[in-house]
């Protein structure tokens, strides 16, 4: 599976959108983006997936660039309750997923 | 619909002990999962199962046996517990992977402490 590089921390204002990016230039053509997030003591949350096009849900919307060496995970509008940790996975299964250290988004008010 | 039950919540044990972590899920997933998180680290994959009756290693398998002899239920069992498997244990379940890549969705953990 392909290596990611997320940053390790990030802030965002409370109603403001949150843009967290992922780096995965190793990523080869049947390899899956996939979105997780960790609150606090709590087991990790599935947010989305997608393969090339962009994709969005109830949560949060997935932006895939062109060559997918790169994807940004957007919440619209961020409440407190999106501080969590936010883990991009890349995989060519979803029964192969690999967590890393992810992003630690706090969400200020 | 309670999606993925672990059981106990919280357990200490002495080194040496036994014990065995239970997890249920009641999504009539196929796949099932166990996995380990140590402090300020992600997941780690300890064993799988693809179906009733079958699992397979992840990649933290020693010290650790699983076994899946229902569909809804993957237990993980520790024969002689070690400090060094203190660690917050999550189970997950998904169905199957295929051309679909369905999400895993996990349980709530069971944190685990050897004295």
């Known amino acids: 599976d392909a290596k990611t590089t997320q940053p390790t921390s990030m802030d965002c204002a409370e109603g403001r959108a949150a843009n967290l990016p992922c780096n995965h230039s190793?990523?080869?053509?049947?390899?899956?983006v996939y979105w997780y997030r960790q609150i606090h003591s709590q087991g990790p949350q599935y947010i989305i997936h997608?393969?090339?096009n962009n994709e969005t849900n109830e949560m949060a919307s997935l932006i895939i660039t062109e060559d997918r060496k790169s994807s940004t995970l957007i919440l619209p509008h961020a409440t407190l309750r999106d501080t969590a940790v936010y883990y991009c996975i890349v995989s060519g299964s979803a029964r192969q997923l690999t967590f890393g250290s992810g992003t630690q988004l706090t969400v200020l008010p | 619909n309670a999606g993925v039950t672990q059981t106990p919540k919280f357990r200490v044990l002495k080194t040496g002990q036994s014990m065995t972590l239970l997890c249920a899920q009641d999504?009539?997933?196929?796949?099932m999962y166990w996995y380990r998180q140590d402090p300020g680290m992600g997941l780690r994959l300890i064993h799988y199962s693809v179906g009733e009756g079958t699992t397979a290693k992840g990649e933290v398998p020693d010290g650790y046996n699983v076994s899946r002899l229902k569909k809804q239920n993957f237990l993980l069992g520790l024969e002689s517990a070690a400090p060094s498997q203190t660690s917050v244990y999550f189970c997950a379940s998904s169905y199957s992977g295929g051309v679909r890549n369905q999400p895993q969705h996990f349980g709530d953990g069971t944190r685990l402490s050897i004295l």
């Open positions: 999504m009539n997933h196929e796949y």
């Open positions: 190793t990523i080869s053509g049947n390899e899956y």
């Open positions: 997608g393969l090339k």
